[in-house]
């Protein structure tokens, strides 16, 4: 994204999330293809798809939310990784890139290209089975870690080893929810939000509390899986979903320009 970069992460061949899933989870570790995300990869300002094998280690990226093949491709991680890929603009400059997330360790490159990490820190615990975030939580046009466990948000303001420096409770205990990042109302700072069953809950501000927008957008997981990113270039985040299931051959992404009801205004394929 142009102002906060943020990952939203699908993972092929789960049936089921909440706003907590484990990295450990059967769905994630028994993966059979790979994430799809959404980043700006080429700093237009306008998020566009990727996707992450977990069996190479190799990104798959597309600078325009239109049917094609990838135009940037490369390696970042193990075959077989076990890692948990986040994407994010980890040092400002209007691109985002990819990181790696393995139990408590984050390994962060500054560009969409083979080598290893520019930035490593430790953020959660050795066996750390929280789910990862990224976002710009401090609107300074970076973007940092955060962790849910269950309904709990910890979230932190550099790419450096410590606590969280914002913690807030957002969702019942339990949520069934599938949790979301973004800047939805054009300000500058990512917030959280949660999906349940087609209905996006996203909420303005880091703090506990209710939603300040409410909207039904696809279907329930595992139908859709929902994504986030700024389509259109105007500096606010809004919903998309990505559907596994309809045509076996093709993965299809259906992106919204609003944060309101209603059908998709751009849709293609990408792989």
């Not at 979230?155 to 913690?167: E, I, M």
């Not at 957002?170 to 054009?186: K, L, M, R, S």
């Not at 996203?202 to 909207?215: E, H, M, P, T, V």
């Not at 076996?248 to 293609?268: C, K, Q, Y």
């Amino acid at each position: 994204m142009a102002i906060g970069a943020t990952a939203a992460v699908l993972l092929f061949g789960t049936a089921q999330a909440t706003a907590a899933p484990d990295r450990k989870d059967v769905g994630i570790q028994s993966f059979s293809n790979g994430v799809a995300l959404s980043g700006d990869w080429n700093g237009d300002g306008i998020d566009t798809p990727g996707l992450f094998d977990f069996s190479t280690g190799v990104w798959l990226l597309r600078n325009s939310n239109d049917s094609g093949d990838p135009q940037i491709v490369f390696q970042y991680g193990d075959e077989g990784e076990f890692g948990f890929p986040v994407v994010g603009d980890w040092n400002g400059d209007g691109i985002d890139t990819v990181g790696l997330v393995r139990g408590g360790d984050w390994f962060l490159r500054n560009s969409n290209t083979t080598g290893g990490a520019n930035v490593s820190f430790t953020y959660g615990d050795p066996n750390e089975s929280g789910f990862p975030v990224v976002g710009d939580w401090d609107n300074n046009n970076t973007d940092t870690p955060g962790l849910i466990r269950d309904n709990q948000w910890l979230l932190r303001n550099s790419n450096t080893t410590g606590g969280a420096n914002v913690s807030f409770t957002y969702g019942d205990q339990g949520e069934i929810g599938f949790p979301v990042v973004g800047d939805w109302n054009g300000d500058g700072s990512d917030t959280p939000g949660l999906v349940r069953n087609g209905t996006w809950l996203l909420r303005n501000s880091n703090s506990a509390g209710g939603a300040d927008i409410g909207l039904s957008y696809g279907d329930p997981i595992p139908v859709h899986w929902p994504v986030t990113g700024d389509w259109d270039g105007n500096n606010t985040d809004t919903p998309g979903v990505v559907d596994f299931n309809t045509d076996p051959e093709h993965i299809l992404w259906f992106l919204r320009n609003s944060n309101t009801t209603g059908n998709a205004d751009v849709t293609f394929t990408y792989f």
